[in-house]
């Protein structure tokens, strides 16, 4: 699979997980620095993922801000996972005073399980996606974005954790 990043093509990683399968597990750290199981995290929630390369960047920070914002009075759980160390998702939420639950993927398991890698700037990221995962563990939604420098579809991933 292929994404554009400026309209530069990028080869993204391995095989994405289909609507309708098990969420794959991954070892991430959440924001105390403590390894996790992804799928002790989800367990039992409908749950929102929300992948992003670098949350230091704009696009980024509008993906989670708004994905914050338009969950904060929803009964689902929201996360946002990405590359970013532990230090750089707790400092982004001290200084935009928000407490959006983070999980890093500095090993690059996550990206490997769901088949998000890319190569961007040098660095291995994993590419712009949104997963809507049921409270059974299963990807009811997904969108892996064309452009990785586009926003997510917010209002459809929104749509599909209604209705669950």
């Not at 409908?46 to 992003?52: C, G, K, N, R």
């Amino acid at each position: 699979m292929q994404v554009t990043f400026k309209g530069d093509p990028i080869e993204v990683k391995g095989i994405q997980p289909s609507v309708g399968d098990k969420a794959p597990n991954a070892t991430v750290t959440n924001n105390k620095g403590d390894k996790v199981e992804l799928e002790d995290v989800i367990k039992g929630n409908v749950t929102i993922l929300s992948v992003v390369p670098d949350v230091l960047t704009r696009t980024c920070e509008l993906q989670t801000k708004n994905f914050a914002k338009k969950t904060a009075d929803k009964g689902y759980k929201y996360i946002t996972l990405g590359r970013n160390t532990v230090e750089e998702f707790n400092e982004w939420n001290k200084e935009n005073n928000l407490n959006v639950d983070t999980y890093t993927d500095a090993d690059g398991e996550f990206g490997k399980a769901y088949g998000l890698n890319i190569e961007l700037g040098g660095d291995t990221r994993t590419t712009r996606s949104v997963f809507v995962v049921d409270k059974d563990g299963v990807i009811q939604y997904k969108q892996i974005v064309d452009e990785v420098a586009d926003e997510p579809d917010y209002d459809s991933a929104l749509e599909a954790a209604d209705k669950l």
